[in-house]
Nanobody, 127 residues
Framework: QVQLVESGGGLVQAGGSLRLSCAAS????????LAWFRQAPGKEREFVAA????????YYADSVKGRFTISRDNAKNTVYLQMNSLRPEDTAIYYC????????????????????WGQGTQVTVSS
């Protein structure tokens, strides 16, 4: 049973930064493609960023490109999302997701491609 536990959310002013963490257990972490999604009130869940198994390849939604950075530490079974220059429209619950499907440096941007999810962490950006 894969367990993902997010942390690091909170309240921050526009222009500020936060770093989210997601610790995994119950899986060989290095075999997982990892991603962050978010869901704002009244909106559908959307893709934010993904990282390949070895960390060599990343992909971002256009809305966060240049502001957010996804990274992973396979020795610590943890994936991170560094969020800079935050905007009020970044306010959402952020979810960590993992999948063992695929191979190599393949990445996935749809939520149906991921079969393990964390409980989410709230990020609120005030204007």
């Amino acid at each position: 049973q894969v367990q993902l536990v997010e942390s690091g959310g909170g309240l921050v002013q526009a222009g500020g930064s936060l770093r989210l963490s997601c610790a995994a257990s119950g899986v060989t972490f290095s075999t997982c493609v990892l991603a962050w999604f978010r869901q704002a009130p009244g909106k559908e869940r959307e893709f934010v960023a993904a990282i390949s198994r070895g960390g060599s390849r990343t992909y971002y939604a256009d809305s966060v490109k240049g502001r957010f950075t996804i990274s992973r530490d396979n020795a610590k079974n943890t994936v991170y999302l560094q969020m800079n220059s935050l905007r009020p429209e970044d306010t959402a619950i952020y979810y960590c997701a993992a999948t063992t499907r695929g191979f190599g440096t393949l990445l996935y941007t749809h939520d149906y491609d991921y079969n393990s999810w964390g409980q989410g962490t709230q990020v609120t950006v005030s204007s």
